[in-house]
């Protein structure tokens, strides 16, 4: 009879959406068994450098048949102190990468980061990615950051890691469209941080409304302690029109995405853009800049110019007006359409246990 291999999920950064990939993996992959090792989202530099020293005492004494890591693990250190790791084959699964991260005006640029990044992939078996736009980004950064330093570097270490990579996006969660629509409730259900570029979002909506359009706003997503400016004046200039503003439990998170006629993005990154896909599950318009992964998902139709304030509220005001696209279809991102993908990355490793009984 088949035996179920053992593999540890290592997570090194678990907040929202590493967490929600774990929490899915876990319950829909269940011919292996999985041992899951977590540390909080929180204190980015300690956490990606120092994961390894966080972990020395506390893995399992038994090793496992194969290692899923994610791209915050330093890996190649992990398996260098824990010499019983040394032979276990390891994907290793980028959620993000850090070559394609912007960096924020009170962060000092640093290479620590991409390095642990770069070993932890040259000490897997095999790249996992979550779009065509994070494998690429990260292929063209190991290139570019290999040109950087001054000597005795290999040739050939992206092709190598190309040779290893695939794609296995994310799956989403569908949420129901509501009999209620609003084609006027602008949805924006991000993080309210620097990457997400909200002021962009801002200029445009206060444009829109000094040109007289109706609208209705769902401002959804974490916020730093310190209200950021452009909320505060989404604020001021709108509270009548605000339909939500702050973080909401899950059931009403899913009742105002599908409420929402139109969902906007003006992400500085995105690797998968999640929250745009759970809101074009729903129905929501989905208009995004025309970079990052979002070529990948959307026709040209729901694109506009990155960073473009002007192009995102024409865009906007035409919708508003009644000249808006279908709803996309992104079942392709689908649960339903991707458990099989993942599930598929293990099937080898079972066949491989059931023939050595």
């Excluded at 409304?209 to 505060?232: I, K, Q």
Aim: glycine share 6%.
């Amino acid at each position: 009879m088949p035996c179920a291999p053992t593999i540890w999920l290592l997570s090194a950064y678990r907040t929202d959406s590493h967490a929600a990939w774990a929490d899915w993996l876990v319950h829909h992959v269940t011919e292996v068994t999985w041992q899951r090792l977590e540390l909080p989202g929180r204190h980015f530099p300690w956490r990606i450098r120092g994961n390894p020293l966080s972990w020395l005492d506390a893995l399992p004494e038994q090793p496992p048949d194969r290692i899923l890591a994610t791209s915050m693990v330093d890996l190649a250190t992990l398996k260098g102190l824990h010499p019983s790791l040394a032979s276990v084959p390891a994907d290793y699964y980028f959620h993000e990468n850090q070559f394609a991260y912007p960096l924020s005006g009170r962060q000092v640029p640093s290479v620590e980061p991409q390095m642990v990044q770069l070993y932890g992939a040259l000490a897997a078996e095999r790249l996992v990615f979550n779009s065509r736009f994070n494998r690429d980004s990260f292929l063209e950064g190991v290139q570019c950051l290999l040109r950087r330093l001054p000597d005795a570097t290999p040739h050939g270490v992206a092709d190598r890691l190309a040779a290893r990579s695939l794609i296995c996006p994310v799956p989403v969660n569908r949420v129901d469209a509501s009999p209620e629509k609003d084609p006027a409730l602008i949805l924006w259900n991000h993080r309210w941080e620097y990457d997400k570029a909200p002021e962009v979002f801002a200029d445009a909506i206060l444009a829109l409304a000094e040109d007289g359009y109706d609208f209705r706003l769902a401002l959804l997503g974490a916020r730093p302690r310190r209200v950021p400016e452009s909320l505060a004046r989404l604020r001021q200039a709108f509270p009548e029109r605000m339909v939500a503003d702050g973080r909401v439990d899950a059931a009403t998170y899913r009742e105002l995405l599908g409420r929402a006629g139109i969902a906007v993005s003006t992400a500085l990154h995105e690797f998968q853009g999640l929250a745009m896909l759970e809101a074009a599950s729903a129905g929501a318009l989905p208009l995004v800049p025309d970079a990052l992964c979002y070529p990948e998902q959307y026709p040209a139709a729901y694109r506009y110019a990155p960073g473009d304030r002007t192009a995102l509220k024409q865009r906007l005001a035409a919708w508003l007006s009644g000249e808006s696209p279908a709803p996309v279809d992104v079942s392709a991102w689908s649960s339903a359409r991707l458990t099989s993908a993942w599930r598929g990355l293990f099937m080898s490793l079972e066949q491989d246990c059931e023939e050595g009984l």
